[in-house]
């Protein structure tokens, strides 16, 4: 079965563009240094012709890929795609911080206990970072308080239900303890926002924001909501907008 390509309306026309310039431009233009290079007679120690013929192998690769990619390609509609969850084609805004630097940098990225354990939750129960402490500068910094603060919060802001917490390993008791509301996140204070703006993977480019549906981060960001936690590796990010970029949709 082909494989299937995700990718806005804008990525599929650069495809387009781009296999375009390749056939009419680049492509003739090899086929003629190849042409003047056979005429030069023999072949056996003609750098040029072998420089030519392995442009001409790479071209004829990258028309193959965008071929298939073309023929696989599934257009997100910009109809359907919302800013309530991430998908392709949205920015979203993230504080995001290496656990691996200790629980004071991540506090400096605006990020609270409940953060720390939520993401981790993600892939692992209390009991079980507990018991890899070791493995986690940023976890043996947490104190069993720590833990049951970070519960009643899940619990007060209904990110996971009570069996849940119970199966990943809380306490009834940690589950007791009253919970205060923080106040929202002061972003002009954070260090650690980023944008990234979730697009297919041949339009990705992540020296300026745009990452592929298909990477480790962009993966474990789709279908999130703003306020989830998700950790990637050591990497801890917390949704804090989800916006619908109109620019990777219609650029």
Same mark, same amino acid.
């Given at each position: #079965?082909?494989?299937?390509?995700?990718?806005?309306?804008? +990525?599929?026309?650069?495809?387009?563009?781009?296999?375009?310039?390749?056939?009419?431009?680049? #492509?003739?233009?090899?086929?003629?240094?190849? =042409?003047?290079? %056979? /005429?030069? +007679?023999?072949? &056996?120690? @003609?750098?040029?012709?072998?420089? =030519? %013929?392995?442009?001409?192998?790479?071209?004829? @690769?990258?028309? @193959?890929?965008?071929q298939e990619k073309l023929a696989g390609a599934k257009i997100i509609d910009e109809r359907s795609i919302n800013d309530e969850v991430v998908s392709i084609g949205c920015a979203v805004e993230v504080i995001e911080a290496d656990v691996e630097e200790g629980l004071a940098a991540v506090e400096k990225c605006g990020l609270s206990h409940t953060d720390i354990i939520e993401g981790c939750?993600? %892939? #692992? &129960?209390? @009991?079980?970072?507990?018991?890899n402490r070791f493995n986690r500068a940023i976890l043996r910094e947490l104190t069993d308080e720590d833990? =049951?603060? /970070?519960?009643?919060?899940?619990?007060? &802001?209904? %990110?996971?239900?009570? !069996? !849940?917490?119970? !199966?990943? +390993?809380?306490?009834?008791?940690?589950l007791a303890v009253k919970f205060k509301g923080k106040l929202k996140i002061d972003k002009t204070k954070c260090e650690g926002v980023k944008v990234y703006t979730i697009v297919g993977s041949h339009e990705a480019d992540a020296l300026n924001g745009r990452i592929s549906n298909e990477s480790r981060v962009g993966a474990a960001l789709l279908g999130k909501e703003e306020g989830d936690v998700? #950790?990637? +590796? !050591?990497?801890l990010f917390k949704i804090l907008s989800i916006v619908i970029d109109k620019?990777?949709?219609?650029?």
């Open positions: #079965m082909p494989k299937e390509y995700i990718m806005t309306a804008a +990525g599929k026309r650069e495809l387009e563009e781009r296999l375009e310039y390749i056939k009419t431009v680049e #492509m003739p233009a090899i086929v003629e240094e190849i =042409a003047k290079a %056979r /005429a030069q +007679g023999d072949l &056996s120690e @003609n750098a040029e012709y072998e420089i =030519a %013929r392995e442009e001409q192998a790479q071209l004829q @690769n990258e028309i @193959n890929t965008i939750l993600a %892939r #692992m &129960s209390v @009991n079980d970072m507990k018991a833990y =049951a603060a /970070a519960a009643a919060e899940l619990l007060a &802001s209904k %990110r996971f239900k009570r !069996d !849940d917490l119970l !199966d990943k +390993g809380f306490t009834d008791e940690q998700v #950790m990637v +590796g !050591d990497l620019k990777a949709v219609k650029r």
